[in-house]
Structures are given as C-alpha cells and as structure tokens.
Nanobody, 123 residues
C-alpha cells in the first residue's frame, strides 16, 4: 500500500505562483513514478506532469508546459509541483498519483491516489 497526501493548494490571483506538495508513505521503493493530474468540475481528469522516482526524469502535459516544474526530494519522500503564471483556467482539484513501474500519462495506469488539493485562480 502507498499513501499520498497533497497540500499547498489555495486561492490565488492570475499570474501568481503556487507550489503543491505530495508526501508519499508506505511501499514506495522499487521502480516507480509519481504523477500530477487535475480535474475541473464537469471535466475529465487531465495529466499535468510525471516524475520517475528513481532517475528523476520528468515529462509534462501540454496544459502547463513551460509554467510547471515537477521535482522530488527522496529524503522526504515528497514530490513537488511548482506552478507559475497561473491562469483562471488552471482552477481545478489537483491530485498526485503513484504507480509501481513505468510512468504514464493515463490516470487509469496509476494505482494509488491522494485526496486532492484545490487550486483556484481568480482573474
């Protein structure tokens, strides 16, 4: 089992920055990856970024490419999502998710999910 806990969301203005955190615990060892997804009301869950837990390789979706940076702190078992130049359309519930094995863009490939943290961007 893997437990994930997101934090760092909030209400900000357009152009502001936020850093989300995802603390992982449990069976996080071995080849694995952690992804960030977001979901706005009435929309499908959307891929934001993933990071390979072992080698640090990253990949970004189109939605926040150039405005987001995913990183990890292995000592703290925590992954971060730094988001800059936020826009109202970035408003969503942001989730982190964990998978043993290869990273993926597809939500269905991830085995464990956090409860989400709300990001609201006002214009």
């Amino acid at each position: 089992q893997v437990q994930l806990s997101e934090s760092g969301g909030g209400l900000v203005q357009a152009g502001d920055s936020l850093r989300l955190s995802c603390a992982a615990s449990g069976r996080t060892f071995g080849s694995s990856a952690l992804g960030w997804f977001r979901q706005a009301p009435g929309e499908e869950r959307e891929f934001v970024a993933w990071i390979n837990w072992n080698n640090g390789r990253t990949y970004y979706g189109d939605s926040m490419k150039g405005r987001a940076t995913i990183s990890r702190d292995n000592a703290k078992n925590t992954v971060y999502l730094q988001m800059n130049s936020l826009k109202p359309e970035d408003t969503a519930l942001y989730y982190c998710a964990f998978v043993h094995g290869f990273p993926s863009l597809r939500p269905k490939d991830y085995e464990y999910w956090g409860q989400g943290t709300q990001v609201t961007v006002s214009s």
